[in-house]
């Protein structure tokens, strides 16, 4: 093994590589916390490679295995290549495969009998692996590591649910006789041992101090200019930042300078990839092959083209989603250009640390939207710079999460008493309405599976919540790629404009029941932005405080939403052209929420009558859920929030906002323990914001469903301002959850 690694010109090891390394062949689960480009591969890789070269030559021919799990595919196959190359002195002794939803048939079986490091992701371990499992026992059975990449990812309902698909995995290994040791990795974590703690539910080691050399990396806060347009209401509209960052892409690409644009959803990383080779065509025409878009959604041969052109340099400039932040292991790179604040200060410095991977001074840039928190945080960069990265939060005990995996835990093999502790105190509750339900009937010690269809179907691991969406070019039949269920209704709505590696099409009609989008190619001088109405009701308060005469309240809530229609926005302005109609049916969710109420002498004492009262709670409830990615492990499209002058539920002015998950994800809990700081902050950003009546640098929100009206700037300040005179001095002594064993926390 040594030899292996020499061989790569690796002389001796970094301290925090040796560190966790001599962890691991103790038998000790550990978390390897250091900078990107740290060499977190090596760290895990040399216990792993050493425990299957001293295995080769078991008499069962199989000898110790491996598995690693990354939460993309693309890099899984990344880690497969490293591996492959690492280990090449040590001959077939190390047999590495990805086995995912892109592998052919005909390879499962020889993986499955053969392969000793098996590289995947939690979906394919839910849904392939475990349900399985008698076909996988002499992999299990020999089960030395499981590797987990990328650790900090795991937040949130999709980091419950791995949490969930973990404690199934070790449940099957004891039964196979294994008992295998977790090694996990993070550039970027708060209380990394805390967090892998949660997430594997085992004691786990923690290696923070990273000892390897850093090039210098500046580091650029960029705000676009205003224009001389205005937007909804007379707001002045700023330059977009997927304009700016196709400009800066276009440039460095032009300079020769390698780098990559992080972008935030599929079809900005397409715009902006149009837009840069559009520009690069008037300046040398041989450049605009030297540009592409990556995004999920693509087709597996398609993903695997582009990994392999950024790999060989073909490729100078890339407009890429989280797809390939967590995706392609890439070095060389000169320059990331981040395209909006992307949500948490732990995915800014992950991204940003693709630059200067091979230790030499990088660029990184971050791009400001028109929007509350990016333009607070180009004029505060304390909050980035002087703030350690946010904790990871996630609950496998929430009840929507834990519910399908017993299910599934028994379908593998029958649930007995002794396996409960595994799953966390919340299953005696849950144990007896699955038996009310029919899914699990009690015979003698254990439960059972009852139906016929497979337990780990009832789940979709990410909560995309139903079957994706094929689309689907009309005229020949020809399968593009895929969208989320999710997202179907807002992204590939009849008349949406859907954009496809460069190409732009129009979508012609949205089949919900057999999930497909037909789409035919156009190229239309505008962009498509879904808007929807929601309701929300109180189904329980769990906990409330006084604010003054006002409340904060936390609990559990039902949200009704539907797209309504859509807007057609101007390309590179944003400027909207016309609004048309939809008829699509409405969606529930129960889900979890912070809410605040005022009382009419807070409202007089902030000067507010009933004309302004409907504007200022918007405007406050816009720039909190704008804010609220400062204080809570999240991104604004995770949550979701409502307004209303008199609810009847609370029967005063309220304002909601709840975590956009079933069941909640920890968000909302984490906004009622900081509501002091996160409201704030949030009435800072409305004030200290130069615009006259409102724009998206404060109160305007680009996902609102009522286009922005109404809104009212300075009553959501003065009212704000009052709501926070009565707030208690620290957090409340009371939360809403107890601190346990894998539960939520911050």
């Known amino acids: 093994m040594i030899a292996a690694v020499q061989a790569c010109g690796i002389e001796h090891p970094w301290a925090h590589q040796a560190l966790a390394a001599e962890h691991a062949l103790d038998g000790d689960s550990v978390v390897v916390a250091t900078g990107t480009a740290s060499g977190k591969s090596l760290a895990y890789l040399v216990p792993v490679l050493s425990a299957l070269l001293d295995g080769s030559e078991a008499p069962n021919g199989r000898g110790a295995t491996a598995l690693y799990l990354a939460p993309t595919k693309a890099l899984a196959a990344d880690q497969c290549r490293s591996v492959k190359e690492l280990s090449q002195p040590l001959g077939s002794a190390v047999r590495p495969a990805v086995y995912d939803g892109d592998t052919p048939f005909e390879e499962r079986e020889w993986i499955r009998q053969y392969a000793n490091y098996v590289l995947t992701n939690p979906d394919m371990l839910h849904r392939g692996i475990l349900p399985s499992h008698p076909r996988w026992s002499s992999f299990l059975k020999s089960l030395k590591y499981v590797v987990i990449d990328e650790c900090h990812t795991y937040r949130g309902v999709f980091g419950s649910h791995v949490a969930q698909v973990l404690r199934r995995l070790r449940r099957l290994c004891a039964r196979y006789g294994a008992s295998p040791v977790f090694l996990l990795a993070s550039a970027t974590a708060a209380e990394p041992a805390v967090a892998a703690r949660r997430l594997t539910g085992l004691p786990v080691i923690e290696v923070a101090d990273d000892a390897s050399p850093r090039g210098e990396l500046v580091f650029a806060l960029w705000e676009p200019p205003l224009t001389e347009l205005h ?100 070095s060389g790179l000169d320059a990331v250009v981040i395209a909006g604040y992307p949500g948490t200060r732990a995915s800014l410095w992950q991204q940003a640390g693709r630059a200067g991977r091979s230790g030499q001074g990088a660029l990184a840039v971050l791009v400001a939207r028109d929007d509350p928190l990016d333009t607070f945080l180009v004029h505060h960069p304390e909050a980035l710079f002087d703030q350690p990265v946010e904790s990871t939060v996630l609950d496998p005990d929430n009840p929507y999460v834990l519910a399908p995996h017993l299910c599934a835990a028994a379908a593998e093999i029958p649930l007995t008493e002794e396996d409960l502790d595994l799953f966390g105190p919340a299953c005696e509750e849950l144990l007896p309405q699955l038996e009310a339900a029919k899914l699990l009937r009690r015979r003698t010690k254990a439960w059972h599976w009852t139906r016929r269809e497979r337990a780990a179907d009832l789940t979709d691991i990410r909560g995309a919540g139903g079957r994706p969406v ?277």
């Not at 837009?275 to 008037?282: D, G, V």
């Not at 959604?297 to 950024?310: D, N, Q």
Request: one cysteine or more; glycine letters at 10%.
């Open 231 to 330: 937007g909804e209401k007379g707001a002045p509209v700023r330059r977009t930042a997927t304009a700016e960052t196709a400009d800066l892409l276009t440039d460095l690409t032009v300079q020769g300078v390698r780098s990559v644009a992080f972008v935030r959803s599929r079809r900005g990383a397409e715009l902006i990839s149009v837009i840069a080779q559009e520009r690069l065509a008037e300046v040398d025409r041989s450049l605009v092959r030297r540009v592409a878009a990556y995004r999920g959604g693509y087709l597996p041969e398609e993903r695997r083209a582009l990994e392999r052109a950024l790999h060989s340099g073909e490729l100078l400039g890339l407009a890429a989603t989280t797809a390939l932040e967590l995706g392609v292991d890439v």
């Open 470 to 746: 094929q689309v689907v070019e009309e005229g020949t039949g020809r399968l593009l790629g895929t969208v989320d269920a999710g997202a179907a209704h807002s992204t590939v709505h009849e008349g949406a404009v859907h954009l496809h590696q460069g190409r732009t099409y129009l979508v012609r009609s949205l089949d919900l029941e057999d999930s497909v989008a037909l789409v035919e190619q156009a190229d239309p001088p505008y962009s498509t932005v879904a808007r929807d109405t929601t309701s929300i009701s109180v189904l329980e308060t769990d906990i409330e405080v006084p604010w003054g005469t006002g409340r904060l309240c936390y609990g559990s809530v039902e949200v009704t939403n539907q797209v309504v229609s859509f807007l057609r926005r101007r390309l590179i302005t944003g400027e909207v052209l016309g609004e048309t109609k939809l008829d699509l049916p409405p969606r529930t969710l129960r889900t979890r929420a912070v809410w605040w109420t005022v009382t009419e002498d807070q409202l007089d004492e902030a000067r507010i009558g009933p004309e302004i009262l409907g504007g200022s709670l918007h405007a406050a409830e816009h720039a909190s859920i704008g804010m609220l990615p400062l204080f809570a492990t999240c991104d604004r499209w995770d949550i979701g929030g409502v307004s209303v002058p008199l609810h009847p539920d609370t029967l005063l002015p309220t304002v909601f906002v709840y975590d956009g998950h079933p069941g909640g994800a920890g968000f909302a809990e984490r906004a009622f323990r900081t509501a002091r700081a996160w409201l704030t902050a949030t009435r800072e950003a409305i004030a200290s914001c130069e615009c006259e009546a409102g724009c998206p640098s404060c109160i305007q929100s680009p996902k609102c469903g009522n286009g922005n009206d109404p809104l009212h700037k300075r009553g959501a300040v003065r009212l704000l301002t009052v709501l926070l005179r009565g707030a208690p001095d620290e957090k409340p002594e009371e939360e809403p959850q107890k601190e346990r064993e894998g539960g939520a926390g911050a």
